[in-house]
């Protein structure tokens, strides 16, 4: 889990590119790799466009989660002390001055976490259920939904791709960035990052080449390998695909698997809440004109080829 540019390390605008970003460029006519890897992040696939999961959706709900232990415990915390408080002056071991001048102190020490955890689930809660990014390679041209629902559109090869550094809790992690420049000077103007973020710069350059050779060389050869699409294209996501996204990372490690279940089954459970408070994105009408389909295109792919009940 990665919270950079949503709660920590917000992407800055009007700034000059790093050196660092400038080093771990990635460019849209160059191969970057042999190996593709679509990460879970498709929603679907045509000839015209691929549309993919924002920088926040897998890790969507915890933010909730964590701010509600918050909340919690020093809530508990104020009522149970003040309670304690309350009953010792009725007792006459503290006089009224000293029992009120405790509890408020304690008030005074917590009310900030509370604020602050009321604040970061403002992030997640009644917003948009996901920000989708939509890469159109008919008219090469990227569409993204930003934290504020207002959308950016802008186009693919004017963007300054790189490996971004986040501010991961799990030490150096990366995630694939980009850069919208300004014209006069170069300077950056707005910012947004793919789905993918992690330790190991190969698998996130094998997801950017997923993306790039789509843009450069169309579907044809990446259809193949997509076997599930996220199935929340103008729906709600299920609880039931929410818990499988969430446990997909403990495949094929049984022990993290269990021992990881009761956070993740609590995680599911405040995610599912999370999605039925927000919004499902809707592209706008000129955006959809823009990125209409061919009519026989043999490389649609979306939550149809999912198993039944996953759909």
Same mark, same amino acid.
């Given at each position: !889990? #990665?919270?950079?540019?949503?709660? +920590?390390?917000?992407?800055?605008?009007? $700034?000059?590119?790093?050196?660092?970003?400038?080093?771990?460029?990635?460019?849209?006519? %160059? $191969?970057?790799? #042999?190996?593709?890897?679509?990460?879970?992040?498709?929603?679907?696939?045509?000839?015209?466009?691929?549309?993919?999961?924002?920088?926040y959706f897998d890790s969507r709900g915890a933010v909730t989660l964590f701010s509600l232990i918050g909340i919690a415990l020093p809530t508990w915390m104020i009522v149970w002390l003040t309670s304690? !408080? @309350?009953?010792?002056? &009725? %007792? /006459?071991?503290? =006089?009224?001055?000293?029992?009120l001048g405790v509890s408020a102190f304690v008030f005074t020490i917590n009310f900030p976490l509370i604020c602050f955890?009321?604040?970061?689930?403002?992030?997640? @809660?009644?917003?948009?259920?996901?920000?989708?990014?939509?890469l159109? $390679?008919?008219? &090469? +041209?990227?569409?993204?939904? &930003?934290?504020?629902?207002?959308?950016?559109?802008?186009?693919? =090869?004017?963007?300054?791709?790189?490996?971004?550094?986040?501010?991961? !809790?799990? /030490?150096?992690t990366w995630d694939i960035r980009a850069l919208v420049l300004n014209e006069a000077d170069g300077t950056v103007r707005d910012e947004f990052a793919f789905s993918l973020a992690g /330790? %190991?710069?190969?698998?996130?350059? =094998?997801?950017?080449?997923?993306? &790039? $050779?789509y843009m450069e060389d169309g579907p044809a050869k990446l259809v193949r390998q997509i076997e599930f699409c996220m199935p929340i294209d103008g729906e709600y996501e299920s609880f039931r695909s929410g818990i499988e996204r969430i446990f997909a990372p403990y495949s094929g490690h049984p022990f993290f698997y269990w021992l990881m279940s009761p956070f993740n089954v609590a995680l599911a459970c405040v995610r599912w809440i999370v999605m039925r408070s927000c919004t499902v994105p809707v592209w706008p009408r000129d955006i959809e004109d823009a990125c209409r389909i061919h009519e026989g295109d043999p490389f649609v792919r979306d939550s149809r080829i999912n198993p039944l009940d996953l759909r």
């Open positions: !889990m #990665d919270f950079t540019g949503l709660i +920590t390390n917000r992407y800055k605008k009007n $700034r000059q590119i790093a050196e660092e970003e400038r080093g771990n460029r990635l460019f849209q006519k %160059e $191969r970057a790799s #042999d190996l593709l890897n679509y990460e879970l992040a498709v929603i679907k696939i045509n000839s015209t466009y691929l549309e993919v999961v924002d920088r304690v !408080m @309350l009953e010792t002056y &009725r %007792e /006459g071991l503290y =006089d009224g001055v000293t029992a955890c009321a604040w970061a689930a403002s992030k997640e @809660l009644w917003r948009l259920t996901h920000y989708p990014i939509r159109n $390679r008919k008219n &090469r +041209t990227l569409y993204v939904f &930003r934290l504020d629902g207002t959308i950016l559109t802008v186009p693919w =090869d004017s963007v300054f791709f790189t490996l971004g550094k986040c501010s991961s !809790m799990y /030490g150096k /330790g %190991e710069k190969a698998h996130l350059i =094998d997801h950017w080449e997923f993306l &790039r $050779r």
